[in-house]
């Protein structure tokens, strides 16, 4: 522990920080670089760390391991560390097959990088904990050595049928279309109302139901859902609330081939590094069953977490369309393979056409004959509902929803000429009145900001309410739905405490024919929730915060009396022989092999082993303290 510790007091910051992460090191009871050395050496975080590494790598580590108590065995005096080429002349023996020292040289910096052991020049050699620990595998059903050395021997795939291939091909288009249309909906529902976040964590059970009905999937598929969609930017946790970004807007304006292929593409980006070589890339090679025993062949320590893992990416892949029945498509493969826009140029063909024109019906209802042009798409939600998205998608329009689209700048006359050019049935009479009617309500309801005024007792008015029909304004004045806005009558209009913008959207969504104004009484078109991006969390650094805290309870430097009492003291726990360097007082400097006993007084009592007497060696007189060979 003594060896490590002063290793790791020596490492830069980046390096025991990213230790820290990959080995997935708790804070908790560590305060120096002793402790953080006994938590990186711990049986319980030494078998975690493992249960990340390749099998190949953890056979680096055993055979080393291996090598190492041979080399003690034979009593050899000052033994070396094994040599790289000795480690991988032992693999290749047991493997029965030729293994390159490179390969030792790539695995054994790995386990270097995580401080399982010491890669000195061509030399490699693991901490004695990390060899004991691996060790005692094949007692608790995990394997040895010789099993993590051998070769799986696996017969080469087979290939694929490509009967099957067309077969998958057209169901993952299926998914890819279906998952494309959901996220859809969920950018479209949270551009106009957002979601809270749970202080846990996750959305409550309401908003998860309200967003798997505007979805049309089942509850328990929206969270994987929301996820894809913000690795692919399109949505984002902001001030605790879960909107559209300004990436997800632009996503929306493009074609169904390419919104999947921004969605896939970020997937593939997320994959885990450490499952990337057991993924199946080649268009009809199995997952399933397949993937899950490849898996715990490479990483025998996985267990439950890994399994987990691989779990939730066959689900996400099945959800895009990356792999259907349980092997990877056409358009997944090119995924995998980073060519994302010959996946684009894959799915499209098998994705159904979008069309521009649309059936419009007596009882105000759109019918489109398949997926809409996104454009025509974004504009006919402004003025429709969407009642259901499937190949053939349907829309409603309404009074509110008319409303919702000249608050965003259009007019009775400007609807009906875009109507008019995508119909491929007219424009049906109770269509036209009603889009008429409700431009000729438009604006009876105003709403605009308060000029501030001093003096007055209670809180300001910041919004006012106005009407030229009196009986609408008293309507509103004693509507329950809008009790929480606390209007009051000032003369001829409402006032409230609130601004302008959620009373103007408050209204709205009681189905009042409201308008925002400002002093001018011009009409001001007012968007419910701006889109933004989503910055990135900036959540605290665990390993961060640990590397500062044990690097702030450091001592002065090298000859510090801190860090040299903390030595010793490690040494006392451990029973450690150290060789202290002593400055003697005509100054000439000796080097003693001492076993520690005890510490007080600015001295410490050690045993010689050379001369086997004790010793009382002043503190002040250390020049510096290593573990003795």
Known sequence: MLTLATRLRASEDHALRRAVRVRDLGGSGIRDFFDLAEAFLSPDALQQAFTGLERFTLAVLAVAAELDAQAAGAETAGAAA?????????????????????DVRAHAALLDDMFLGVLDGDRFSPYAAAAQRLAAWPTEVLPGT??????RGEKASPTPDASDVEVADRLAAERAF??????????????????????????????????????AVEPESVAPLVAIARNAGLVGLIDGQ???????????????????????????????????PVVPTAAGSGWGDALRASTAWQYPAGGQRMRDQVD????????????????TSTAGAAVLAGDHGAAALTISAFLPPEVEQVYLQNDLSVVAPGPMAPAIDARLRLLADVESRELASSYRISAASVNRALAAGETADSLLDFLRGISLTGIPQPLEYQIREAASRYGKVRVGTVR????????????????????????????????????????????????????????????YPVAAENADGEVLRLRRHQPGSAPKASVADPAAALVEKVRASDGDGDTGQAWLVKQLEAAIRTRQAVTVNIAMPDGVVVDYLLEPASIGGGRFRAKDRRADIERTVPLSSVI????AP
């Not at 807007?249 to 896939?264: I, N």
């Not at 510096?624 to 573990?627: A, G, H, P, W």
């Open 178 to 215: 279906a998952v494309v249309s959901s996220i859809t909906e969920l950018v479209t529902g949270l551009a106009r109302e957002p979601v809270r976040e749970l202080s846990r964590g996750g959305l409550g059970l309401p908003d998860t139901r309200r967003l798997a009905e505007i979805m």
């Open 242 to 276: 879960w909107v559209e970004t300004n990436a997800g807007e632009a996503w929306l304006r493009e074609g169904s081939a390419a919104r999947w292929a921004t969605v896939a593409a970020a997937w593939n980006t997320a994959l885990p590094e450490n499952l990337r």
């Open 82 to 102: 094994p040599e790289l080429a000795a480690i991988a002349g032992r693999l290749a023996e047991l493997r029965g097959a030729s293994v390159a020292v490179t």
């Open 312 to 327: 939730e990416i066959a689900r996400d892949a099945a959800l895009l369309g990356i792999t259907a029945r349980d092997i």
């Open 452 to 511: 501030p005024t001093r003096g007055g007792d209670g809180p300001p008015a910041q919004s006012y309410v106005r009407s030229g029909d009196a009986v609408l304004l008293r309507t509103i004045s004693v509507d329950q739905s809008l009790a929480s806005l606390g209007l009051v009558r000032d003369g001829d209009r409402l006032v409230s405490r609130f601004p302008a913008e959620p009373v103007f959207w408050a209204l709205t969504d009681a189905k």
């Open 146 to 151: 010789r099993e993590l050395a051998a070769d």
């Open 624 to 627: 510096s303290i290593t573990v």
